[in-house]
């Protein structure tokens, strides 16, 4: 079955830090992946898409990694600020046509000053 | 405004009971989809629409039906409420089924079912 793991559930970090969460996927066929932000009581927000040829991709202080031999990406976020509190979560495409969306339960990120 | 819209923000209706679920969205995509989201789960696809007229079943579709006669509209209808449709739904929208193509979501719904 095709799956999304993040990792960890949630983390506690200060104002300025920097912070990396992990994404795991069994979803194939592989077509691409996105972090979205999601704040509370909004909907989730792009960050990043990758296909299969990118490893690397950033956003501003957002920038995502993706291993597709071990099928694992992360998000590094440089710098924290409180606007950061979010949840991130992790989706991943398994179709050809990449819109059909296996999306993981999130990381709840909160950033203290 | 330009967007993805969703009515009403949040909705509170006894078991049993119709419900209908807003979305509009502004800028003609072709695609557009509704999903919901549960504590401990990803978001779940109920159903899609790849154009007016043309809707297809997602994961989770039993309890739901929508219709889209108009490209900017994709209403979501509960036929009779059940506790277990407790949960916080999302619209989104994307022009093209392409892997590098944005997918945009509204703000969601919370709908609880008493």
């Known amino acids: 079955k095709n799956q999304v793991e993040q990792s960890p559930q949630s983390l506690i970090i200060l104002e300025g830090k920097n912070c990396t969460l992990q994404?795991?996927?069994?979803?194939?066929?592989?077509?691409?992946l996105r972090w979205y932000k999601q704040d509370t009581g909004r909907g989730p927000v792009s960050l990043t898409i990758m296909t299969f040829s990118e490893n690397t991709k950033s956003n501003g202080r957002y920038t995502a990694t993706l291993d597709a031999d071990t099928k694992q990406s992360s998000l590094h976020i440089t710098a924290s600020q409180l606007s950061d509190s979010a949840s991130y979560i992790c989706?991943?495409?398994?179709?050809?046509?990449?819109?059909?969306?296996?999306f993981g339960p999130g990381t709840r990120l909160s950033v203290l000053p | 405004d330009a967007g993805i819209t969703q009515s009403p923000r949040y909705k509170i209706t006894e078991t049993g009971r119709q419900v209908t679920l807003m979305c509009h969205q502004t800028w003609s995509h072709s695609y557009m989809f509704w999903y919901r989201q549960d504590l401990g789960h990803g978001l779940r696809l109920i159903y899609y629409s790849a154009a007016a007229d043309i809707t297809d079943k997602g994961e989770v579709p039993d309890g739901y039906v929508v219709s889209r006669s108009k490209t900017e509209n994709f209403p979501l209808t509960l036929e009779s409420a059940t506790r277990s449709q407790t949960s916080v739904y999302f619209c989104?929208?994307?022009?093209?089924?392409?892997?590098?193509?944005?997918?945009?979501f509204g703000q969601g719904t919370r709908l609880t079912v008493v």
């Open positions: 994404c795991n996927y069994t979803v194939s066929p592989f077509s691409n």
């Open positions: 989104a929208s994307s022009d093209i089924w392409d892997k590098n193509t944005e997918a945009f």
């Open positions: 989706v991943v495409s398994d179709d050809n046509y990449g819109q059909n969306f296996v």
